[in-house]
């Protein structure tokens, strides 16, 4: 039974297009976040909600807008997808303010832009 | 800034070598401290963390970590690698009671059969 999962695991897609990637947890935490993970490996936050409020929004184009219906989901959208872009997106989901077990992650979703 | 160094980008060891990775992190308060490993392909798991108390720290799969609060250190360690423990390994820290982990920029370790 998934923690934390994300749709799709990969995601091969043009210039200039626009995608969503989601993601579900059944933990009952209650914040959630969107982690990019680079070519180097180098992890760095993006977004962080707890319980559908946005509580963190590091420097990241307005092209990006998480979406939270509720506490369980947080997805992603990218608009005017450029090469740089292509990473891999982690989403994970913690007790409120990290707990005392950091994060669970999802299995990442591998975006190309082409 | 509050930011997350791990000195060492590539280890090759041998199986049955012993295993130190570096990780310093810049932050004057009261600080958790993880690491995590995400082997090919996967995602992040957790390997141990460190809270309050002992600063020694031990994790799943052999993996021990040593909280030196003076050097601002979180060193990763293990006795005796295996071709198994071949992965990413991400120094993490959650400064005060904020909700956001910062990383480190990864080790990879290759362990040669």
């Known amino acids: 039974d998934t923690a934390v999962s994300q749709t799709p695991k990969y995601l091969v897609t043009q210039m200039g297009n626009d995608k969503s990637i989601k993601c579900e947890q059944n933990?009952?935490?209650?914040?959630m976040y969107w982690y990019k993970q680079d070519s180097k490996k180098f992890l760095k936050i993006m977004f962080s909600?707890?319980?559908?409020?946005?509580?963190i929004n590091e420097t990241v184009p307005n092209r990006f807008s998480p979406k939270s219906p509720d506490k369980a989901h947080l997805n992603l959208h990218i608009n005017s997808l450029e090469l740089g872009d292509s990473a891999v997106y982690f989403c994970?989901?913690?007790?409120?303010?990290?707990?005392?077990?950091?994060?669970?992650f999802g299995s990442g979703t591998r975006l190309t832009v082409v | 800034a509050q930011s997350v160094s791990q000195h060492n980008h590539h280890v090759i060891l041998s199986e049955a070598a012993s295993l130190e990775l570096g990780c310093n992190y810049s932050?004057?308060?009261?600080?958790?401290l993880f690491w995590y490993v995400q082997y090919p392909g996967q995602h992040l798991q957790l390997l141990l963390k460190?809270?309050?108390?002992?600063?020694l720290v031990k994790g799943i799969k052999g993996f021990e970590a040593e909280f030196i609060k003076s050097k601002f250190s979180f060193n990763l360690r293990k006795p005796s690698v295996q071709w198994s423990d071949t992965a990413e390994y991400f120094c993490?820290?959650?400064?005060?009671?904020?909700?956001?982990?910062?990383f480190g920029q990864g080790t990879t370790l290759q362990v040669k059969p």
């Open positions: 933990l009952g935490h209650d914040t």
């Open positions: 993490a820290v959650r400064p005060g009671n904020t909700g956001k982990l910062i």
């Open positions: 932050y004057g308060g009261t600080v958790n």
């Open positions: 460190y809270f309050s108390g002992d600063p």
């Open positions: 909600y707890n319980n559908k409020e946005l509580i």
């Open positions: 994970a989901s913690s007790p409120q303010g990290a707990g005392r077990n950091g994060y669970t």
